[in-house]
């Protein structure tokens, strides 16, 4: 087994953390929201993953409300999938 200081020496202490992207559904719309430390993050839509390209930046800004960004996005028969990207 790895000693935990010696992992450190070898790959660098370093902390990582990540926003993380937050929906609540409501009856014709979901909300999405990340906390407000994490500025410099774009929030993108893709209606299928399995194209590499098809992530794009969702219209709009966020609004802050407290201590989270938050973007309402209508509900529709579609699919969507949402990411955060840092810019």
């Not at 410099?40 to 839509?45: I, P």
């Not at 209606?47 to 996005?73: H, K």
Request: proline letters at 5%; glycine letters at 6%; hydrophobic letters at 45%.
């Amino acid at each position: 087994a790895v000693k935990h200081d010696a992992l450190e020496q070898v790959l660098g202490a370093f902390e990582l953390d990540v926003p993380v992207l937050g929906m609540r559904k409501l009856p014709n719309s979901a909300v999405l929201s990340w906390d407000t430390v994490f500025s410099g993050y774009t929030l993108e839509a893709a209606a299928n993953l399995n194209l590499s390209n098809g992530w794009m930046p969702v219209t709009g800004a966020p609004l802050i409300r407290g201590s989270e960004y938050q973007f309402t996005n209508t509900a529709n028969a579609a699919s969507k999938f949402f990411r955060l990207r840092r810019n």
